[in-house]
């Protein structure tokens, strides 16, 4: 979609003092942000949301010399100031001489490795990284200014003011990101808890509870490379930001959660409760991590309908929209659960390319009967054993150790609170059964995707594979596929078809669709 033309000058190298060899741009609803490989430029747009308004220079300005100002508190040496977009020499510069045409929040750029929900999906955050996370903030809102002006935010009036705005904006995204039931449940939720709560939030505020805290505390605005930097809190409304702290804390935590990650969320949250010596704050946790979820929700949503967004990235800012509504259904239903999903299906279905994009999308873990089966025989995934139908490591008594492996693995992750995407074969009717229960029994939330092929993609895609042009622990050849073609089970689950012939971006859509309550079942 057309940019702007002053965001399109700035696209070029030359327009910045350091001569960068390249500048990249990402958008949020709110901002343009241009990326050097030293610095980054975040522009904010000229636009009026009710609860932000953007739309003169002088606005744009002072709400930059805020973003400095308050970011500085939890990020030391990130925020390098406010510089000027000014035409020079015929041209528009970033930190030109000129007159400002605009204005711009000059950053360090943290890289991308250092930031925690780049590290959540390399699978290299860990509890310990979790508890010093949870310390820096609980230092910081003990610092935090409180009091006066600050306390009005943490009264019933005014949640119920920010939850009523939420339900307000988010009710023309009824049955496109989320379901009438989930919007009414939720919406019945949130009255419900202030209604029953209403002496613990006026204690929160006679015990100064309400602070000047950060507002938009999510995995992607945390560094964790030399120390704790927190970066790209709300500077645009003080409505948001002054809050309870557990609000701040709870927004982090549901994001770990969104990752896939409630084991993290958990380290998390019980450091943070010590740290910050508040016993009651945690009895409001779960209505915070609803309250935040749902505000991703409609930002997520509010980003699909913009004209300037890419069509690939508003696809993905609806699934993002849809996916946090059904977490803040899950808080409003008592707590996150982690998921289960079970791809199932015959060889060259296309079930571990699903899993994989499923993984990129839901977090967690991603575990394959194939993989099991040579871990368990000690070989490697990439050696393919061509063993015949039924022998070997293929045979009925390894097939059903490799499916009591699976089974065991899959619910240690959800037990500690991972999601987890387990793909195979699963032909008979009685390991899905078992794997069904024994996640149910662990406390998960299951999810059943059935892939399906015809014979003609399934033959190709079985010789790519042994022609070496796929890779993968599979071992399983055209006879194979027959073989196990005549002994497939039909189940008697509630799954989502899912057919190999479709691109993988739409059957990705799908089975979010599917997770979020949005697809019929076959």
């Excluded at 030359?14 to 050097?36: C, D, F, M, R, W």
Aim: proline share 3%; net charge neutral; charged share 30%.
């Amino acid at each position: 979609m057309a940019l702007p033309p002053l965001i399109n000058s700035l696209l070029d190298p030359g327009a910045y003092q350091e001569n960068p060899p390249s500048v990249e741009l990402k958008q949020t609803h709110i901002s343009y942000v241009l990326l050097t490989p030293r610095y980054a430029y975040k522009i904010k747009k000229p636009v009026d949301l009710g609860f932000l308004d953007f739309t003169t220079l002088e606005k744009r300005r002072f709400f930059c010399e805020e973003e400095v100002r308050l970011n500085r508190r939890l990020s030391t040496g990130v925020y390098l100031g406010v510089v000027p977009v000014a035409e020079e020499g015929g041209r528009v510069m970033m930190e030109g001489k000129g007159v400002p045409v605009e204005w711009a929040v000059k950053m360090k750029r943290l890289a991308d490795d250092t930031i925690l929900e780049d590290a959540i999906k390399r699978e290299k955050a860990d509890a310990q990284t979790m508890r010093r996370i949870a310390r820096v903030i609980a230092a910081f809102h003990a610092k935090a200014e409180t009091g006066g002006h600050i306390n009005e935010f943490g009264g019933i009036e005014a949640i119920r003011k920010n939850t009523g705005e939420n339900f307000a904006q988010t009710a023309a995204f009824i049955g496109k990101t989320i379901s009438k039931r989930q919007f009414e449940g939720l919406k019945a939720f949130t009255d419900n808890f202030l209604a029953s709560n209403a002496a613990l939030f006026r204690k929160r505020v006679e015990g100064g509870f309400i602070k000047d805290c950060h507002g938009d505390m999510h995995a992607e605005h945390v560094s964790i490379s030399n120390g704790i930097a927190i970066i790209d809190c709300i500077e645009f409304n003080e409505r948001f930001r002054f809050s309870d702290i557990v609000s701040d804390v709870a927004f982090l935590s549901m994001d770990v959660e969104y990752h896939g990650r409630g084991d993290l969320s958990r380290a998390l949250v019980d450091e943070y409760f010590k740290a910050a010596s508040d016993a009651d704050g945690i009895r409001l946790l779960n209505f915070y991590k609803c309250y935040r979820a749902y505000v991703r929700g409609k930002v997520a949503g509010f980003k699909s309908l913009e004209e300037e967004v890419p069509p690939e990235d508003k696809e993905d800012a609806l699934l993002d929209a849809m996916l946090h509504f059904r977490m803040a259904a899950l808080y409003a239903g008592g707590g996150f659960k982690p998921a289960l999903v079970i791809i199932r299906g015959l060889s060259g279905a296309g079930k571990t390319a699903l899993a994989g994009a499923l993984k990129d999308t839901l977090g967690g873990a991603h575990i394959s009967s194939d993989v099991i089966r040579k871990e368990l025989a000690g070989v490697k995934p990439s050696e393919h054993k061509g063993a015949a139908w039924g022998q070997g490591i293929y045979s009925p008594e390894w097939t059903e150790r490799t499916y009591a492996g699976l089974i065991k693995k899959a619910v240690a992750f959800v037990r500690s609170g991972r999601t987890c995407i387990a793909d195979a074969t699963f032909s008979k009717a009685a390991h899905l059964k078992e794997a069904l229960k024994a996640a149910d029994n662990a406390g998960a939330t299951v999810y059943v995707m059935e892939c399906r092929a015809d014979d003609e993609t399934v033959r190709a895609r079985l010789f790519n594979r042994a022609s070496g042009q796929r890779g993968g622990a599979s071992d399983a050849d055209w006879e194979i596929y027959k073989r196990q073609k005549t002994g497939f089970e039909a189940v008697d689950a509630r799954r989502l078809i899912v057919e190999a012939q479709r691109p993988l971006k739409e059957n990705v859509a799908a089975a979010i669709g599917f997770v979020c309550g949005f697809k019929d079942l076959d």
